[in-house]
């Protein structure tokens, strides 16, 4: 009897003892290692290789197209406007009298009318559309501005034909150099013409 009694005490004490590993063993699988890193916050060298903004840095990149009207800004000494001394070349050297007139004439209309069209004429402020054409007449001898003065009204005269038709005009434009009319606005004339007579003397008699 006492040797029946003393195997299940020693058995009880193993089940008791086996118990007791199976529930420390548990506990251990549910802890997480203290050594091991937590992944909810980035680390550093992540942050380091974010992308940089997007962000255009103000005056960079940043233009918008002027509008179609005053459109005055400082790209040169013109208020923005083109140096006319190119377009106007063939104005200067002739006049009443000379060789081929009516040929200059239109060649000189034409070219005075693509640099109104292509600046916006009729856009520009009477300002800036007189600084620039005062500026360019200024510049020209005493010679070149009485020539310019004869042949400026032969010049306003081909200009208002190349407006009223071009189409009957154009033969004219062709043998002169030109192989289109141009398609300068009655408006954009209008403010160059305007401007230069305000500038240019009256040719002498």
């Given amino acids: 009897m006492k ?15 086996l118990l007791v590993s199976l529930v420390l063993a548990g506990c251990s699988n549910t802890a997480a290692p203290a050594s091991e890193p937590s992944t909810s916050a980035p680390s550093s060298q992540a942050l380091s290789q974010a992308p940089a903004s997007e962000a255009v840095p103000s005056g960079e990149d940043d233009t918008t197209p002027a509008p179609n009207g005053q459109v005055d800004g400082s790209e040169n000494s013109f208020n923005g406007i083109t140096d006319p001394v190119d377009a ?6 002739w006049g009443p009298g000379t060789a081929g007139t009516s040929l200059k004439s239109a060649a000189s209309a034409a070219a005075m ?11 520009r402020s009477s300002d ?17 501005q009485e020539n310019f003065a004869e ?9 208002q034909e190349i407006l009223d038709d071009p189409d009957a005009v154009l ?20 403010a160059l ?11 002498q008699q």
């Fill in 171 to 190: 033969p004219r434009l062709e043998d002169a150099g030109v192989q289109e009319a141009p398609s300068c606005s009655a408006d954009d004339w209008s």
């Fill in 151 to 159: 042949a400026w009204p032969l010049i306003q005269e081909t200009a």
């Fill in 113 to 123: 009318m693509d640099w109104a069209q292509e600046n916006g004429a009729a856009g």
């Fill in 128 to 144: 800036a559309l007189n600084d620039t054409l005062s500026q360019w007449f200024d510049s020209l001898d005493t010679f070149d």
């Fill in 3 to 17: 040797r029946n009694g003393w195997n299940r005490f020693r058995a009880a004490g193993c089940c008791a003892a």
């Fill in 88 to 93: 106007f070349a063939g104005c200067l050297g």
């Fill in 193 to 203: 013409a305007g401007a230069l007579n305000a500038i240019v003397p009256e040719p």
